[in-house]
């Protein structure tokens, strides 16, 4: 190779010698084509307008979304008598069972807006302590006779192992008295 034609060769970045070639070094322009005739200022608000009404979009929808998800998961206050009912079936499945003596049966008349309850009063030893308590019968009329209910009454209690006060003597599906 002659010293003219090595002068013509150029190098490339790596090393690599290279060919002197007619491409041009300068880049071409990007390739545009408007879409009105205004050469793309209406295509460009186009697009930032499109831009926004999606944004605006998808705001609406997760809130409505959001709504949606708290209006079906959100939790109603449970009353006083599901509170009862809910304690009286969870310790009829996990309580177990001790010897006890029923003490009175207590009527209270409605005043002030109250309704009228009934309450077995009832006391049981565990592990050498002595619990007395109450269980309001109200709602469990139908399976008790009140009557028969006397002082000193024998009875079954069933009791929270992990807290023995928690007890009852009456529920849906589980009866303590002994007739």
């Known amino acids: ?8 060769l150029k190098h490339h970045p790596l090393g690599f010698p290279q060919a002197n070639t007619s491409v041009t070094l300068q880049p071409l322009p990007p390739a545009t084509l408007p879409a009105y005739s205004d050469n793309g200022k209406a295509a460009a608000f186009l697009t930032l307008s499109m831009d926004s009404f999606r944004l605006y979009s998808a705001v609406v929808v997760g809130s409505a979304v959001a709504l949606g998800a708290y209006t079906f998961l959100r939790r109603k206050p449970k009353s006083a008598a599901d509170l009862e009912r809910e304690r009286r079936t969870w310790l009829d499945g996990v309580g177990r069972i001790t010897d006890g003596t029923v003490i009175d ?47 000193g009454l024998p009875t079954s209690v069933k009791y929270d192992p992990h807290n023995p006060g928690n007890s009852l003597v009456v529920s849906e599906s589980w009866m303590g008295l002994r007739q």
């Open 1 to 8: 190779m002659s010293a003219g034609a090595a002068a013509k």
């Open 105 to 151: 049966v207590q009527e209270l008349v409605p005043n002030d807006g109250n309704h009228a309850a009934v309450f077995l009063i009832y006391k049981y030893d565990v592990a050498g302590v002595s619990y007395e308590c109450s269980q309001d019968v109200t709602y469990l009329r139908q399976w008790i006779n009140l009557h028969s209910c006397r002082l």
